[in-house]
Protein backbone atom coordinates (compact mmCIF):
# COMPACT_ATOMS: atom_id res chain seq x y z
CA UNK A 1 0.00 0.00 0.00
CA UNK A 2 0.76 3.78 0.04
CA UNK A 3 0.80 4.47 3.87
CA UNK A 4 3.75 2.85 4.64
CA UNK A 5 6.09 4.39 2.20
CA UNK A 6 4.48 7.91 2.80
CA UNK A 7 4.92 7.26 6.39
CA UNK A 8 8.54 6.48 5.91
CA UNK A 9 9.33 10.08 3.80
CA UNK A 10 7.73 12.04 6.70
CA UNK A 11 9.96 10.28 8.99
CA UNK A 12 13.08 10.47 7.20
CA UNK A 13 12.60 14.06 6.44
CA UNK A 14 11.35 14.62 10.20
CA UNK A 15 14.95 12.59 11.03
CA UNK A 16 17.23 14.45 8.78
CA UNK A 17 16.02 17.70 9.04
CA UNK A 18 17.10 17.22 13.50
CA UNK A 19 19.98 15.76 12.26
CA UNK A 20 21.23 19.12 10.21
CA UNK A 21 20.31 20.87 13.51
CA UNK A 22 22.27 19.07 15.20
CA UNK A 23 25.30 19.36 12.67
CA UNK A 24 24.55 21.86 9.67
CA UNK A 25 27.54 20.02 7.38
CA UNK A 26 26.06 16.99 7.26
CA UNK A 27 25.98 16.65 3.97
CA UNK A 28 24.51 13.26 3.48
CA UNK A 29 21.15 14.83 5.62
CA UNK A 30 21.24 17.21 2.68
CA UNK A 31 21.41 14.90 0.07
CA UNK A 32 18.28 12.69 1.24
CA UNK A 33 16.49 15.60 2.01
CA UNK A 34 16.98 17.46 -1.64
CA UNK A 35 16.43 13.98 -2.98
CA UNK A 36 12.77 13.84 -1.46
CA UNK A 37 11.93 17.26 -1.64
CA UNK A 38 12.80 17.47 -5.69
CA UNK A 39 11.20 13.80 -6.12
CA UNK A 40 7.61 15.72 -4.39
CA UNK A 41 8.69 18.93 -6.41
CA UNK A 42 7.53 17.07 -9.80
CA UNK A 43 4.38 16.94 -11.42
CA UNK A 44 3.68 13.48 -11.13
CA UNK A 45 5.43 12.79 -7.83
CA UNK A 46 3.81 9.88 -6.27
CA UNK A 47 3.92 12.52 -2.79
CA UNK A 48 3.12 15.48 -1.73
CA UNK A 49 4.10 17.88 0.77
CA UNK A 50 0.61 18.82 2.22
CA UNK A 51 2.95 20.71 5.34
CA UNK A 52 6.34 21.15 5.06
CA UNK A 53 7.40 18.17 7.09
CA UNK A 54 4.99 16.11 5.82
CA UNK A 55 4.11 13.69 2.93
CA UNK A 56 0.67 12.40 1.77
CA UNK A 57 0.34 10.29 -1.11
CA UNK A 58 -0.43 12.14 -4.34
CA UNK A 59 -1.77 9.47 -6.76
CA UNK A 60 -3.59 5.53 -5.94
CA UNK A 61 -1.61 2.58 -6.99
CA UNK A 62 -3.73 3.03 -10.96
CA UNK A 63 -2.54 6.38 -11.10
CA UNK A 64 -5.61 8.43 -9.90
CA UNK A 65 -4.65 11.34 -8.62
CA UNK A 66 -6.06 11.75 -4.53
CA UNK A 67 -5.98 15.64 -4.51
CA UNK A 68 -7.75 17.60 -6.08
CA UNK A 69 -5.90 19.78 -8.76
CA UNK A 70 -5.33 22.96 -6.74
CA UNK A 71 -3.96 20.92 -3.11
CA UNK A 72 -1.61 19.01 -5.44
CA UNK A 73 -0.58 22.35 -7.36
CA UNK A 74 0.02 23.63 -4.12
CA UNK A 75 1.81 20.79 -2.87
CA UNK A 76 4.48 20.53 -6.00
CA UNK A 77 4.88 24.28 -5.24
CA UNK A 78 5.99 23.94 -1.73
CA UNK A 79 7.69 21.03 -2.47
CA UNK A 80 9.58 22.75 -5.25
CA UNK A 81 10.39 25.68 -3.29
CA UNK A 82 11.94 23.72 -0.33
CA UNK A 83 14.36 21.96 -2.59
CA UNK A 84 15.78 24.68 -3.97
CA UNK A 85 15.87 26.82 -0.54
CA UNK A 86 17.69 23.94 0.81
CA UNK A 87 19.89 23.27 -1.99
CA UNK A 88 21.01 26.63 -2.05
CA UNK A 89 21.82 26.38 2.01
CA UNK A 90 23.40 23.73 1.13
CA UNK A 91 25.94 25.16 -1.23
CA UNK A 92 26.26 28.07 0.70
CA UNK A 93 27.58 25.76 3.35
CA UNK A 94 30.05 23.51 1.36
CA UNK A 95 30.58 25.65 -1.81
CA UNK A 96 33.34 23.35 -2.88
CA UNK A 97 30.82 20.09 -2.90
CA UNK A 98 29.92 18.97 -6.14
CA UNK A 99 27.32 16.81 -5.02
CA UNK A 100 25.61 19.65 -3.70
CA UNK A 101 25.93 21.53 -6.68
CA UNK A 102 24.28 18.41 -8.73
CA UNK A 103 21.38 18.70 -6.08
CA UNK A 104 20.59 22.01 -6.19
CA UNK A 105 21.00 21.71 -10.42
CA UNK A 106 18.15 19.12 -10.05
CA UNK A 107 15.39 20.81 -8.01
CA UNK A 108 16.01 24.00 -9.77
CA UNK A 109 15.56 22.09 -13.22
CA UNK A 110 12.21 20.45 -11.86
CA UNK A 111 10.99 23.65 -10.78
CA UNK A 112 11.82 24.58 -14.65
CA UNK A 113 14.59 26.98 -13.96
CA UNK A 114 16.84 25.47 -16.74
CA UNK A 115 19.29 28.33 -17.25
CA UNK A 116 20.04 28.24 -13.39
CA UNK A 117 20.40 24.50 -13.35
CA UNK A 118 22.80 25.05 -15.87
CA UNK A 119 24.79 27.50 -14.40
CA UNK A 120 25.18 25.19 -11.46
CA UNK A 121 26.14 22.03 -13.80
CA UNK A 122 28.73 24.39 -15.12
CA UNK A 123 30.11 24.92 -11.15
CA UNK A 124 30.36 20.81 -11.34
CA UNK A 125 32.47 20.72 -14.36
CA UNK A 126 34.83 23.39 -12.67
CA UNK A 127 35.25 21.73 -9.33
CA UNK A 128 35.82 18.46 -10.80
CA UNK A 129 37.16 18.98 -14.35
CA UNK A 130 36.87 15.27 -16.61
CA UNK A 131 35.38 13.40 -13.73
CA UNK A 132 31.51 13.58 -14.62
CA UNK A 133 30.91 11.86 -18.37
CA UNK A 134 27.02 11.40 -17.79
CA UNK A 135 27.28 15.76 -17.24
CA UNK A 136 26.81 15.91 -20.93
CA UNK A 137 23.56 13.96 -21.11
CA UNK A 138 22.43 16.17 -18.08
CA UNK A 139 22.95 19.34 -20.35
CA UNK A 140 21.42 17.92 -23.16
CA UNK A 141 18.29 16.95 -20.93
CA UNK A 142 18.28 20.46 -19.24
CA UNK A 143 19.22 22.26 -23.08
CA UNK A 144 15.94 20.05 -24.03
CA UNK A 145 13.48 20.88 -21.26
CA UNK A 146 14.44 24.90 -22.11
CA UNK A 147 13.44 24.15 -26.16
CA UNK A 148 16.54 24.40 -27.56
CA UNK A 149 16.10 20.80 -29.31
CA UNK A 150 18.42 21.11 -31.74
CA UNK A 151 20.93 22.57 -29.35
CA UNK A 152 20.53 19.82 -27.53
CA UNK A 153 20.28 16.74 -29.41
CA UNK A 154 24.23 18.18 -31.51
CA UNK A 155 25.60 17.88 -28.14
CA UNK A 156 23.92 14.55 -27.27
CA UNK A 157 25.29 12.79 -30.59
CA UNK A 158 28.89 14.12 -29.84
CA UNK A 159 28.61 12.53 -26.43
CA UNK A 160 27.54 9.34 -27.77
CA UNK A 161 30.16 9.93 -30.51
CA UNK A 162 32.78 10.44 -28.17
CA UNK A 163 32.51 8.20 -24.90
CA UNK A 164 31.50 4.90 -24.21
CA UNK A 165 30.40 2.79 -21.26
CA UNK A 166 34.09 2.50 -19.72
CA UNK A 167 34.31 5.59 -19.16
CA UNK A 168 31.32 5.66 -16.58
CA UNK A 169 33.20 3.49 -13.96
CA UNK A 170 33.18 5.13 -10.32
CA UNK A 171 30.09 7.72 -11.38
CA UNK A 172 26.52 7.67 -9.65
CA UNK A 173 24.46 4.36 -9.96
CA UNK A 174 22.02 6.72 -11.38
CA UNK A 175 24.28 8.00 -14.51
CA UNK A 176 22.61 5.19 -17.07
CA UNK A 177 19.36 7.20 -16.67
CA UNK A 178 20.91 10.41 -17.56
CA UNK A 179 22.57 8.66 -20.81
CA UNK A 180 18.78 6.75 -21.26
CA UNK A 181 17.05 9.85 -21.08
CA UNK A 182 18.88 11.51 -24.22
CA UNK A 183 17.02 8.84 -26.41
CA UNK A 184 13.68 10.92 -26.00
CA UNK A 185 15.54 13.87 -27.46
CA UNK A 186 16.45 11.73 -30.78
CA UNK A 187 12.75 10.02 -30.30
CA UNK A 188 10.90 13.32 -30.64
CA UNK A 189 13.23 14.47 -33.38
CA UNK A 190 12.59 10.85 -35.23
CA UNK A 191 16.38 9.88 -35.19
CA UNK A 192 15.51 6.39 -34.39
CA UNK A 193 19.39 5.46 -34.84
CA UNK A 194 20.57 7.75 -32.11
CA UNK A 195 17.81 7.31 -30.05
CA UNK A 196 18.66 3.44 -29.66
CA UNK A 197 22.66 4.46 -29.71
CA UNK A 198 21.62 6.16 -26.70
CA UNK A 199 19.26 3.33 -24.80
CA UNK A 200 22.09 0.73 -25.83
CA UNK A 201 24.48 2.58 -23.89
CA UNK A 202 22.50 3.09 -21.24
CA UNK A 203 21.75 -0.48 -20.53
CA UNK A 204 25.87 -1.34 -21.37
CA UNK A 205 26.32 1.68 -18.58
CA UNK A 206 23.95 0.10 -16.26
CA UNK A 207 25.55 -3.23 -16.54
CA UNK A 208 28.85 -1.87 -15.39
CA UNK A 209 27.87 0.51 -12.42
CA UNK A 210 24.85 -2.67 -11.31
CA UNK A 211 25.68 -6.35 -9.93
CA UNK A 212 23.75 -8.52 -11.55
CA UNK A 213 20.32 -9.38 -10.31
CA UNK A 214 19.89 -5.49 -8.87
CA UNK A 215 16.25 -4.51 -8.63
CA UNK A 216 13.63 -4.71 -11.26
CA UNK A 217 14.63 -7.20 -14.46
CA UNK A 218 16.40 -4.96 -16.43
CA UNK A 219 17.65 -6.72 -19.43
CA UNK A 220 13.78 -6.78 -20.06
CA UNK A 221 13.41 -3.45 -19.57
CA UNK A 222 15.79 -3.01 -22.43
CA UNK A 223 14.17 -4.57 -25.04
CA UNK A 224 10.59 -3.21 -24.10
CA UNK A 225 12.16 0.22 -23.79
CA UNK A 226 13.96 -0.21 -27.84
CA UNK A 227 11.04 -2.01 -28.59
CA UNK A 228 8.35 0.97 -27.42
CA UNK A 229 10.61 3.58 -29.30
CA UNK A 230 10.48 1.98 -32.66
CA UNK A 231 6.57 0.63 -32.40
CA UNK A 232 5.90 4.24 -31.21
CA UNK A 233 8.22 6.27 -33.57
CA UNK A 234 7.14 3.75 -36.68
CA UNK A 235 10.53 2.03 -37.12
CA UNK A 236 10.61 -1.07 -39.03
CA UNK A 237 8.53 -4.52 -38.01
CA UNK A 238 11.68 -6.29 -39.27
CA UNK A 239 13.76 -4.85 -36.78
CA UNK A 240 11.60 -5.53 -33.90
CA UNK A 241 11.10 -9.20 -34.65
CA UNK A 242 15.11 -8.95 -34.91
CA UNK A 243 15.54 -7.57 -31.57
CA UNK A 244 12.69 -9.78 -29.58
CA UNK A 245 14.55 -12.73 -31.42
CA UNK A 246 17.20 -12.14 -29.66
CA UNK A 247 15.78 -11.98 -26.08
Not at 71 to 77: C, E, I, P
Not at 101 to 110: I, R
Not at 135 to 160: D, H, I, K, M, P
Request: glycine content about 6%; cysteine-free.
Amino acid sequence: GTVKPVAHWTNSLRAFERALQLDPGYSLAYDHILTMLTTAGRPYSPYALITPDSFVPARSSSGQPLLDSTSLAQAVRRAGAEAVARGRMWVARQPETPRAHLALMEALAATGNNQAALQELEQVRTLSPGVHPELRFVEGRLRFQAGNVEEAANLLRTALDSVQAADFAGTSPASFVDVNSAANVFAYLGDLDYARRALNLGDAVRKLLYHPGAGMDMEHYHLLAISALYANAGGPTSQLRSLWDSA
